[in-house]
């Protein structure tokens, strides 16, 4: 069998993102099954670096200019159709898995699209209808296209295979869920003394509270400053941080904070090294996730393995992954911060919440997504045959 898969978001924007997170994991479990299917693993050759991932002797790189020169960005499905086709037709390529819902390809191969979420269809990053948001919900509506015509879909949630079935019409046998994992590296402890030089760096002098992720305006991180800036005011002893790429949703708040004392008691990070990353998990309080969707919530997976009481707004995902460990909120202001409040004042609760919310880690592998993608690449052959 010869499987080719999308590897660009290990390269691209996508790369610190949970896409990113997804194909790299994906692809480190599915090699660590040593199966003897053939690999083509597609990228884009400006961006590409090697070192980000070991591949066996059954993979291949395949570099791809698969960005047009002269079309723009959102329509690079246009000259990517042609380029993709002809190398999965010439090579003979089986299947095709779609990670990031690239553009349409040949019908000459099977394909398999990975389905995130529909959040895009919801939020408006721009907030207004310009030039450039039309030319996305162009190019989104025909990744969606892709998706719908795709043989088999992979959901990452329950919640994302409801949608999907009533959304696209997909007929029961051609969707499948398959949930994300956790890296357990998470669960490993850092040195006290490393620990003690992170918070030194990063001005952590109190207790604290901790987001891991994206800035986009659904993650809703302004409501979460605004209750923690209030609490703060009124004499809470603790310091909140923010840890993901300062996007502009990001900037535009901490402007607001400079020149005030919320300054150094609201911190936004930035990106972080792994090791600093788990000195975080592992010292924090709580992590806080203000989410107001999800197709998944991977950030409240991991922080469980790390041992942290989650507290998030109430959202179709977080519900299904979470089974019960994880403290809900169905609005991010007084609600919010009373329950904050005796999460950090109760020290039982938080270690029933820890407790809890390991075990309910240990059920996300993926080892267990990778077998489960392989079952649907050999489904898919055993019905074309």
């Known amino acids: 069998m010869k499987i080719a898969i999308d590897a660009r978001p290990l390269f691209d924007a996508n790369a610190q993102r949970g896409i990113g997170k997804y ?21 884009d050759e400006r961006m590409f670096d090697g070192k980000v991932i070991d591949i066996p002797k059954n993979a291949s790189w395949v570099p791809m200019s698969l960005r047009s020169r002269i079309l723009g960005k959102q329509e690079n499905w246009v000259h990517e159709y042609f380029i993709l086709s002809k190398f999965l037709k010439k090579n003979k390529v089986n299947i095709y898995h779609a990670t990031a819902l690239s553009g349409p390809i040949s019908s000459s191969v099977l394909r398999v699209s990975t389905c995130f979420d529909f959040i895009p269809l919801r939020f408006n990053e721009d907030n207004c209808m310009s030039i450039k948001q039309l030319r996305n919900d162009l190019n989104y509506k025909v990744k969606l296209f892709t998706l719908k015509i795709s043989d088999h879909v992979i959901a990452i949630s329950d919640v994302v295979k409801m949608e999907a079935q009533e959304r696209l019409r997909l007929a029961p046998e051609k969707i499948t869920s398959i949930k994300l994992g956790v890296d357990f590296s998470y669960s490993k402890l850092s040195k006290t003394e490393f620990i003690e030089s992170v918070h030194r760096e990063l001005g952590i002098t109190k207790p604290f509270g901790l987001y891991v992720g994206g ?84 950030p409240v997976i991991e922080a469980q393995s790390s041992g942290l009481p989650v507290i998030a707004f109430r959202s179709k995902a977080i519900e299904e992954i979470s089974n019960g460990t994880v403290i809900m909120v169905d609005d991010m202001g007084d609600e919010f911060q009373k329950k904050l409040s005796v999460l950090l004042a109760d020290e039982d609760q938080r270690v029933k919440l820890s407790r809890l919310g390991c075990e309910n880690a240990k059920r996300f592998k993926w080892e267990d997504t990778a077998m489960n993608t392989l079952h649907v690449y050999e489904q898919l052959m055993a019905i074309q045959k």
Not at 221 to 244: H, N, P, T, Y
């Open 215 to 298: 800035f986009d305006r659904r993650k809703n991180l302004g409501a979460l400053v605004s209750s923690v800036s209030k609490m703060i005011m009124e004499g809470f002893d603790f310091q909140l941080l923010l840890v993901g790429e300062k996007t502009p949703p990001a900037i535009e708040i901490e402007k607001k904070l400079l020149g005030t004392e919320l300054f150094k008691r609201i911190i936004f990070t930035g990106y972080q090294t792994e090791a600093k990353l788990l000195a975080l998990y592992h010292s924090a309080k709580c992590f806080c996730f203000p989410s107001l969707e999800e197709g998944f919530g991977l």
């Open 23 to 43: 194909v790299y994991s994906l692809l480190r479990a599915i090699f660590a099954l040593r199966n003897n299917i053939e690999f083509f693993l597609i990228h």
